[in-house]
């Protein structure tokens, strides 16, 4: 699969920041493809190197909450700033994404409050926040239209392509070739 848009588009926020090192933890057949992108490649494996990073993070950005809370929590230093996105209820574990979506798991709860008592943590859920904010959410989709579409706001896209091209796209993807921009699909249509 490549790195995920998530994935990529959080060490590209990373970098405009100032960020000097970028860890990203995955899967080792996706190593090589970070690595691409100027950044230090991690096992899913904490304890492979939790004992080299811990407690020296500025900013962690956990996509895969509540997996590996307990080493994750470890890795922000005393002044950092640790961000939780919850993972999916029906996540594939072989698959390497995170699409925000409140799971039912007792563990899932048991972290939650852990990550309630820490300072400098935050947890960020999608479906919550669309939940609670709807009309601001709908709002900001508005101003985000009208400034795609008077071209204010640029996108870098490579393609857009039907749901019949992704096939093709993924098996580029798995490839390990950057692409210049995102593929689009379009949505689906009678």
Known sequence: EGATIEVQALIQLARAQGSRE??????????????????????????????FIANTMDVVVDTCFPKNFSAIRNLVSTA???????????????????MPTVPSELS????????????????????????????EVFEDLDIL???LSTRKLRPNVDRIITLQGIPNA????????PIPGAIICEPWKK
């Not at 990203?24 to 899913?44: D, I, Y």
């Not at 950092?80 to 995170?98: M, T, V």
């Not at 993924?170 to 070739?177: A, C």
């Open 22 to 51: 970028i860890f990203v933890t995955a899967p080792s057949e996706h190593h090589e493809f970070l690595r691409k992108f100027g950044v230090a490649t991690l096992s899913e494996n904490p304890g492979e190197w939790l004992s």
């Open 145 to 147: 239209i009208t400034l």
């Open 108 to 135: 899932y709860i048991f972290e939650r409050s852990q990550l309630s008592m820490m300072d400098r943590a935050t947890l960020f859920d999608y479906a919550e926040y669309v939940a609670e904010f709807r009309r």
């Open 80 to 98: 950092g700033r640790l961000i939780c996105c919850p993972r999916p209820k029906q996540a594939d574990p072989n698959r390497w994404s995170c």
């Open 170 to 177: 993924y098996e580029e993807l798995k490839k390990n070739n």
